[in-house]
């Protein structure tokens, strides 16, 4: 069974059509110049400096057929799927709802709410919007993976702190084997992105594994025969 190169040790692919990769909310407002990361007084520099990486990958496990599964962080434009103590969370000029940049802050179909045009996803994969920081808070997610037979998840995105950990929490709480791409994550604190990782693969790898994208890229070549099948949500 081939592996990955990874901390605190090798991380062991499954059967075909059992592996995923996960690209967390790689949205222009989080990452461009302007929008609603920079309004809150961020430098978004470190995040624009993963998407080359999280293409790399992109293109990797389309030559191979693999499931691809993109997430949104976005509300409905009444909030209504906003919870209370996430709305009102935070002292700056922008809230989620309000006027920014690129749109309304996080609300589905805004400009800003949408994945960066190079990371945009394809045909047949799977997007999915999600109204908390984890993926699976209040999605399709589990059921999505179930009906597919997914049990390894390579997860990439931003923040590495907020809604990569939780996902990965999330995921690792219902049995899903995970694997953080070190270098296909970031966060406007570097401080907070290292404790993460350290976090993640602690006491033998409490939540996951951790490994660098040159490592994942290579364990998928050549090519595997793997078939994918996709929703959107």
Not at 4 to 33: C, H, N, W
Not at 53 to 72: Q, S, Y
Not at 147 to 162: A, K, N, P, Q, Y
Request: hydrophobic fraction near 40%; glycine fraction near 10%.
């Amino acid at each position: 069974m081939p592996t990955i190169t990874a901390q605190p040790y090798d991380f062991s692919l499954p059967q075909p059509g059992k592996l995923a990769l996960v690209v967390i909310d790689m949205q222009r407002d989080f990452i461009e110049d302007g929008g609603f990361g920079e309004a809150l007084g961020n430098d978004v520099r470190p995040l624009r400096g993963i998407v080359p990486t999280v293409k790399k990958l992109l293109d990797a496990f389309r030559a191979c057929k693999l499931p691809i599964i993109h997430t949104i962080e976005g509300h409905s434009p009444d909030l209504s799927d906003c919870p209370p103590a996430k709305l009102i969370r935070g002292r700056s000029a922008l809230k989620i709802g309000d006027q920014g940049p690129m749109g309304r802050i996080l609300i589905l179909g805004e400009p800003g709410n949408a994945i960066l045009p190079e990371l945009a996803p394809v045909d047949g994969e799977i997007v999915l919007t999600k109204p908390g920081k984890g993926a699976f808070c209040n999605t399709k997610l589990e059921s999505i993976l179930r009906e597919r037979g997914i049990t390894h998840l390579l997860i990439t995105g931003v923040t590495t702190e907020v809604c990569v950990q939780t996902t990965m929490r999330e995921a690792n709480d219902r049995g899903f084997e995970c694997l953080l791409i070190e270098d296909a994550t970031e966060s406007y604190f570097p401080e907070f992105k290292k404790a993460t990782l350290e976090m993640v693969r602690a006491q033998g790898g409490i939540v996951g594994w951790t490994a660098k994208a040159e490592d994942v890229i290579a364990a998928l070549s050549p090519p595997m025969p793997f078939s994918t099948s996709t929703i959107s949500s």
